[in-house]
T-cell receptor, first 114, second 113 residues
Framework: DGGITQSPKYLFRKEGQNVTLSCEQN?????MYWYRQDPGQGLRLIYYSQIVNDFQKGDIAEGYSVSREKKESFPLTVTSAQKNPTAFYLC?????????????FGPGTRLTVL | AQSVTQLDSQVPVFEEAPVELRCNYSSSVSVYLFWYVQYPNQGLQLLLK??????LVESINGFEAEFNKSQTSFHLRKPSVHISDTAEYFC???????????FGSGTKLNVKP
C-alpha cells in the first residue's frame, strides 16, 4: 500500500539534545512538508520541499533543519535552539495535477521534551 | 499571505442533529479549498475539496461544503451527525501554485448521544 510513514510515534528528548524525526513516502510525490501542531493553533508550516535537494523555510523554521537527499525521505531535525519543541509533528506529501494537488498526511510523531 | 479562520474552536451537538462548521479565508485570488478530519493522535485525512466547477462539494460520509466566493467562505455541513463524527476538523486553503497550504486553527466536533 502506498502511503506516508513517520517514526517514531512517540519521542522523548532531554533539553539541549537534537533529535531527528523520520518521514518516508512511497507515493512518488515530489513535494513534502513538515507541520507542527499545537492545541488551538492548527497546523503551522515548518519547512517544505518541492523537489529533491531543494527546500524552503515555512512560517516557523527557527530551531529546525531538514534535508531532502532522496525523493522518498524528508527528515526533520529539532535542534536545541528550538525553545519550545514539545508538540505533535506531521509530515505530508503532495501529488501533482494528476492527483488534484492533494496533500497526504502521515500519522504524526509526538515529541516531548523532558 | 493567506489566513484561514475557523471561528468555533469547539462545537457540541447531539447525535442526529445538523451541524455547520464555519471557515472563512482572507484572500480573494483564485483559491482551492479543503476540509480535513483528524481523530486523536492521528494524521489528517482529506474529507472533501473544492478545486473548480460546482460550488457544492460532497464527501462519501454525508458531509458537504459550499464555496462562496463573495463571502470568502467554505462552511462544512452535515444534516445528521453520528457519534463517529466526533473529531477535529481543519479547513485549509491553497492558492494558484499549490506550493503552500494554509490551515485554520481547527474545530473540535463533539457529538453527544
Amino acid at each position: 500500500d502506498g502511503g506516508i510513514t513517520q517514526s517514531p510515534k512517540y519521542l522523548f528528548r532531554k533539553e539541549g539534545q537534537n533529535v531527528t524525526l523520520s518521514c518516508e513516502q512511497n507515493l512518488n510525490h515530489d513535494a513534502m512538508y513538515w507541520y507542527r501542531q499545537d492545541p488551538g493553533q492548527g497546523l503551522r508550516l515548518i519547512y517544505y520541499s518541492q523537489i529533491v535537494n531543494d527546500f524552503q523555510k515555512g512560517d516557523i523554521a527557527e530551531g529546525y533543519s531538514v534535508s531532502r537527499e532522496k525523493k522518498e525521505s524528508f527528515p526533520l531535525t529539532v535542534t536545541s535552539a528550538q525553545k519550545n519543541p514539545t508538540a505533535f509533528y506531521l509530515c505530508a506529501s503532495k501529488g501533482g495535477p494528476d492527483h488534484y494537488n492533494e496533500q497526504f498526511f502521515g500519522p504524526g510523531t509526538r515529541l516531548t521534551v523532558l | 499571505a493567506q489566513s484561514v479562520t475557523q471561528l468555533d474552536s469547539q462545537v457540541p451537538v447531539f447525535e442526529e442533529a445538523p451541524v455547520e462548521l464555519r471557515c472563512n479565508y482572507s484572500s480573494s485570488v483564485s483559491v482551492y479549498l479543503f476540509w480535513y478530519v483528524q481523530y486523536p493522535n492521528q494524521g489528517l485525512q482529506l474529507l472533501l475539496k473544492y478545486l473548480s466547477g460546482s460550488t457544492l462539494v460532497e464527501s462519501i460520509n454525508g458531509f458537504e461544503a459550499e464555496f462562496n466566493k463573495s463571502q470568502t467562505s467554505f462552511h462544512l455541513r452535515k444534516p445528521s451527525v453520528h457519534i463517529s463524527d466526533t473529531a477535529e476538523y481543519f479547513c485549509a486553503v491553497s492558492e494558484d501554485n499549490f506550493n503552500k497550504f494554509y490551515f485554520g486553527s481547527g474545530t473540535k466536533l463533539n457529538v453527544k448521544p
